[in-house]
Nanobody
């Protein structure tokens, strides 16, 4: 089991930027897929973005496409989510997850972090 630790959540004004980080406790299987999900108050957890551990093949939810960027730094064993042009509707707890299937369905992911809060004020 891989433990994931997210950081970088904060409160910002609309239009601002944040960068979230996710550090796994160990290097997952080389063909792993990392993903970010989010859950707003009173809503279901939803997919945000994913990337293959080998790099490339980024995929985004339509709601964040063009504003968010997922990336990974292999030497640092860290996955990032750069969030620009933030909107109040981006307010949520953001979770990092790792799995072995390249899917946006959260059921495909085996290990999850505890989440980091992002709050965007209008």
């Amino acid at each position: 089991q891989v433990q994931l630790v997210e950081s970088g959540g904060d409160s910002v004004q609309a239009g601002g930027s944040l960068r979230l980080s996710c550090v796994p406790s160990q290097r997952p299987y080389s063909r792993s897929v990392y993903a970010w999900f989010r859950q707003a108050p009173g809503k279901e957890r939803e997919f945000v973005a994913m990337i293959r551990s080998r790099g490339g093949s980024e995929f985004y939810a339509d709601s964040v496409k063009g504003r968010f960027t997922i990336s990974r730094d292999n030497p640092k064993n860290t996955v990032y989510l750069q969030m620009n042009s933030l909107k109040p509707e981006d307010t949520a707890v953001y979770y990092c997850a790792v799995g072995v299937r390249y899917e946006s369905d959260q059921r495909a992911y085996e290990d999850w972090g505890q989440g980091t809060q992002v709050t965007v004020a209008s």
